[in-house]
């Protein structure tokens, strides 16, 4: 048994079966050209679409790293700045309070 992986180019199909009698005739010459022609288009179409994806790809390449240093500079930072940022989070913030005497207060009436 052959361990060889067969891909879609190994199908064999109709299309592919080269008629000699066809190709010793102007027409079938022209004929051949023509199919050559087509698959060379498709082809080229192809190869347009696999570097479009390609820049997609590379862009998001390009995204990933930015993002990758951006995460490991806060990673890196020293253990001091991190304690720092963290004591003046934990600091109260000042509570103004209006003074008592002077406020007026509101009874709901139904």
Sequence with gaps: MS???????QIKTMGGI??????????????????LE????????EMQRAQ???????????EIET????????VDRPYAETQA???LAAMPLPIHTAPTDRLKRRSLAY
């Design 3 to 9: 361990t060889d992986k067969r891909g879609v180019q």
């Design 18 to 35: 080269v008629d000699a009698r066809r190709i010793r005739t102007s027409a079938g010459a022209l004929l051949e050209l023509s199919m």
């Design 38 to 45: 087509m698959e060379k288009q498709r082809l080229m179409k």
């Design 52 to 62: 479009r994806r390609c820049i997609e790809i590379r862009a998001r390449v390009a």
């Design 67 to 74: 993002k990758q240093v951006r995460l490991q500079r806060s």
């Design 85 to 87: 940022n963290q004591a």
